[in-house]
């Protein structure tokens, strides 16, 4: 998994599953969320993501109060986005 | 010194494991739910390590009304599964104590679970949790789904209806949940279930989410789809928690056969003839005899095990079993039917005696330790079928075989 930033844009290329990529995702926008409280996340092919990260999602949202939008490029973790119900929370759409 | 230490955390995980057991509240263990309808009730409990992330319950609420709940604590190991069995058993304990004041409420039982939960997660923790209360009489699911994968239910018309959450994850900070209902009178199958299943990693490369639809609509059994899952995947990945329910059409079209005897060895002797020449399974039979010599001396004889085995001490079992029965005046029915599910028939055989009925909870410690003497009728009788169940009360037993 790579991930990139540019202004409060963040772009992640390859498949979210492990707990280094978690890590690497937190840290990323922990860093970020200091001057932006509101930020875009291309979530660019990754047909997966992990509970953890889900768990940090809703953290930011629900008690940082970060306006968080999602952009997913695969339609199978838009799937599962909306399975799971994080559409709404996440105010996540396809690309 | 090596092996002191393997034996003792061998025995610690024992003990963990039996204590989860304890913990998994399940009224349906070997029982089917026969009120208005008949529907096998079926549980997989396939924890990935000793501590599981994953936990379920089933709590029969009244004659009508079944809760059923499923956790997915987030992550794996340790954490996970305080949560999960945290979760648990507070909703247990607050489901007691409903029951108790007969005033069980889904929405107070979310709010008070919530509210016990909210403090004990870390901040970035995330639960996924599935609060389902089924009412056989009204034919209505009620919900609240938390990030859990969707139900799949079948209806009548073999169409697979996907029910999704209508709810975030269980967190520190929500504050508000959905509860919603739908009619469930056309539906004869349901599968709820976490997402170790669908998560897993299939042989060709893909995940089992891409083949549970159509193992769901080809499945009769719980063994059908846990053959059908394991089949696909190379090793385990996740803990693995469904509940499979299937309503059976026993009815005036299905029914095959309907016998009454009495209730006495030679009637017991009567009655296995009879099945074998019915059915020339050979597991069919073995099933049939040891179920049916349960209903003639714990069911309507009232022998207890104890005092079987005294009996069988004393060698004087047969004479003893002769004498009760001669002022027996009870009866034992099997009825049999035969159902087309696809490509394959399947037998259930129902078979009724007029009995006190026992807990069918007794059954774990059996299935557990099946070296022992006591149950060992049922337990034979569970290997030659393809599951067997009780009624409530524990006077009817349903087994079926695939012909």
């Known amino acids: ?61 629900l008690k940082d109060n970060i306006d968080l939008h999602i952009n997913i490029g695969s339609e199978q973790l838009m799937e599962l986005f909306k399975d799971l119900n994080f559409v709404s929370l996440f105010h996540a759409k396809k690309v | ?115 016990f939960m909210k403090p004990l997660l870390l901040d970035e923790e995330a639960l996924s949790i599935d609060y389902i209360l089924f009412d056989s009489y009204f034919a209505q699911l009620e919900y609240a789904k938390f990030s859990m994968p969707p139900f799949l239910l079948e209806d009548d018309k073999r169409k697979i209806i996907k029910i999704k959450s209508n709810n975030p994850p269980m967190s520190k900070w929500n504050k508000s949940y959905k509860i919603d209902r739908c009619s469930v009178k056309s539906i004869n199958k349901f599968l709820f279930y976490s997402d170790g299943m669908v998560e897993n990693s299939t042989n060709d490369g893909f995940v089992y989410s891409k083949y549970i639809v159509d193992d769901f609509l080809n499945a009769y059994t719980k063994e059908d789809i846990k053959q059908s899952f394991l089949s696909k995947i190379a090793e385990q990945e996740d803990d693995i928690t469904f509940i499979f329910i299937n309503k059976l059409q026993l009815n005036e079209d299905t029914l095959m056969q309907n016998m009454t005897f009495e209730t006495s060895l030679d009637a017991v002797s009567k009655a296995n003839e009879w099945y074998q020449n019915l059915y020339a399974d050979e597991t069919a039979s073995i099933a049939f005899n040891e179920l049916f010599m349960n209903a003639y001396e714990h069911g309507n004889l009232g022998l207890d095990t104890k ?91 349903l087994f079926l075989n695939k012909v």
């Open chain 1, 1 to 61: 998994m790579d991930i990139s930033v540019s202004s409060n844009t963040i772009a992640i290329q390859g498949n979210i599953k492990s707990i280094a990529d978690h890590q690497k995702i937190k840290e990323t926008i922990d860093e970020l969320i200091k001057t932006e409280k509101h930020i875009i996340l291309n979530i660019q092919d990754s047909i997966s993501i992990t509970s953890s990260v889900i768990g940090y999602f809703n953290k930011l949202v």
């Open chain 2, 1 to 115: 010194m090596q092996n002191i230490e393997e034996s003792y955390t061998t025995y610690q995980e024992n003990l963990a494991l039996e204590k989860e057991l304890n913990i998994l509240r399940n009224d349906y263990y070997y029982k089917m739910i026969d009120s208005r309808e008949v529907a096998l009730v079926d549980f997989l409990y396939q924890p990935l390590d000793t501590l599981s992330g994953d936990a379920y319950t089933a709590r029969i609420i009244d004659e009508n009304r079944t809760f059923y709940l499923l956790v997915d604590g987030m992550g794996k190991g340790l954490s996970a599964s305080l949560t999960a069995m945290s979760a648990t058993i507070f909703i247990n304990h607050l489901i007691d104590k409903m029951l108790e004041h007969e005033s069980f409420s889904l929405d107070i039982l979310i709010k008070e679970s919530m509210d």
């Open chain 2, 307 to 397: 005092t079987k085995h005294k009996l069988l001490e004393d060698d004087i079992y047969f004479e003893s079993l002769l004498e009760y029965e001669k002022d027996c005046k009870k009866k034992i029915t099997v009825k049999i039917y035969k159902i087309k599910h696809l490509h394959n028939s399947y037998i259930i055989t129902k078979i009724i005696d007029e009995g006190k009925g026992f807990d069918t909870k007794m059954l774990s410690a059996i299935f557990r330790h099946s070296q022992k003497f006591n149950g060992r009728g049922v337990y034979v009788s569970r290997k030659n079928s393809m599951g067997i169940y009780y009624n409530y009360k524990g006077n009817s037993v």
